[in-house]
C-alpha cells in the first residue's frame, strides 16, 4: 500500500511538472505537456486506477497551488479526469461465470470514452475564455487577428476569411487533439507496463476493436444537431461529431490491420496510410467512412478471421 502511494504521488508530480513546461515558453513545452497523462496512465495500468486517481488529484493540487484555478481546471478537464477514467476502463472486467476467464472492458469503447472526454474537456474550458459560445469565439477572432497583425503586410479579405475558418475549426481541433493526445499515451503507458511486467491486464488484439451500431446514429443525431442547434448546445454537438469522425477513423485504421494480415507488403501498406493520414489529416475522413461501414456491415467478416500460422501474436499489430 505505502509503494503504491509514493508511485501515485511520484506519478502526480511528474505529470504537473510537465503541464509545469508551458510557463517556461520553451519550444519543448508543447510536446511535454502532451505526454503530461503519461505518468498518471501508468501507475493506473501498472499498479491500481486507485492510484490513477491519487496521483491526478496530487497534479491537480499542486498545479492549482502554483499556478491558478484556470489552469487547475485545464489540467483537470483535459488531462487528470480523462486519463483516471481511460485507466478505469482499461483494467474494467467481469467474470461471466464462476472459474471463467474474465471479461475485459473492449478496447473500441475505450476509444469511444476519449473521444467523449476530448468533447468534454473543450466544453469545460469555454467559460475560462467566455461567459458564452459568442464571447467564446470573439476571444479566439481576437487572438487570431492579433497573431496575424504581427506579420508584415498582413491583412485583407483573404486573412479576414482564414480568421473565420479558424474560429470554427478550433474547438473541434482541439477536442480531437484532446482525444488523440489520450489515446497516444494510454497505448503507451500501456506498452511500458507491459514492458516492465506490470500490465494488469492482457494486450487485447488491437486491430478487433469496435464500437456498438448505436454509436452510428449518436454520430448523425449529433451532426443534424449542429446544422441545427445553436449556442453551446450547437457548439457541443459539434464537438461531438468531430470527435465520434475520429473514433471510426481509428475503427478504420484497425480494419486496415485486420485486412492485411498475412499480405505482402503489409508493413508498406500500414505505414503509408499512418503517414499520409498524420501529415495531410484529410485521410482521417476515409478511415472514417471505412470505420462507418465495418459498424453498419462488418466488413472484416469478409476476410480472414485469425492471422496465419507462425505470425507474431496480435498484440505486435498495433
Not at 499498479?47 to 498545479?63: G, P, R
Not at 476530448?118 to 467564446?136: F, W
Amino acid at each position: 500500500m505505502v509503494q503504491n502511494w509514493l508511485m501515485a504521488l511520484g506519478a502526480g508530480a511528474a505529470s504537473a511538472l510537465l503541464v509545469a513546461t508551458v510557463a517556461t515558453g520553451s519550444p519543448l513545452a508543447l510536446p511535454l505537456f502532451y505526454l503530461a497523462p503519461l505518468p498518471v496512465l501508468i501507475v493506473g495500468l501498472g499498479w491500481t486506477h486507485v492510484s490513477a486517481l491519487i496521483a491526478a488529484s496530487a497534479a491537480a493540487v499542486a498545479i492549482g497551488v502554483f499556478f491558478g484555478v484556470e489552469l487547475l481546471v485545464a489540467y483537470v478537464a483535459g488531462v487528470g479526469l480523462p486519463a483516471y477514467v481511460l485507466s478505469y476502463l482499461a483494467l474494467m472486467a467481469r467474470e461471466p461465470q464462476p472459474g471463467a476467464p474474465l471479461e475485459w472492458f473492449p478496447v473500441g469503447r475505450v476509444v469511444l470514452a476519449a473521444g467523449i472526454l476530448g468533447c468534454l474537456a473543450v466544453a469545460a474550458l469555454i467559460p475560462l475564455v467566455a461567459g458564452s459560445v459568442e464571447g467564446y469565439q470573439a476571444a479566439l477572432r481576437t487572438l487570431f487577428q492579433a497573431m496575424f497583425e504581427e506579420r508584415p503586410g498582413a491583412g485583407g479579405p483573404d486573412v479576414e476569411r482564414l480568421v473565420y475558418l479558424l474560429v470554427l475549426v478550433m474547438p473541434p481541433a482541439a477536442a480531437v487533439v484532446t482525444m488523440v493526445t489520450q489515446i497516444g499515451n494510454l497505448w503507451l503507458a500501456a506498452h511500458i507496463s507491459r514492458v516492465s511486467g506490470r500490465l494488469m491486464r492482457p494486450w487485447p488484439d488491437l486491430a478487433t476493436i469496435s464500437v456498438p451500431r448505436a454509436v452510428a446514429a449518436l454520430l448523425l443525431g449529433a451532426f443534424i444537431a449542429t446544422s441545427v442547434a445553436g449556442g453551446f448546445i450547437g457548439l457541443l454537438a459539434e464537438l461531438l461529431t468531430a470527435t465520434l469522425v475520429m473514433v471510426f477513423a481509428f475503427i478504420g485504421l484497425a480494419v486496415i490491420h485486420w485486412i492485411t494480415r498475412g499480405a505482402a507488403g503489409r508493413t508498406l501498406v500500414i505505414a503509408t496510410v499512418w503517414i499520409a493520414a498524420l501529415a495531410l489529416g484529410w485521410p482521417f475522413a476515409i478511415l472514417a467512412l471505412l470505420g462507418l461501414a465495418e459498424t453498419l456491415f462488418g466488413v472484416r467478416q469478409r476476410f480472414r478471421k485469425s492471422a496465419p500460422p507462425g505470425r507474431p501474436p496480435a498484440a505486435n499489430d498495433l
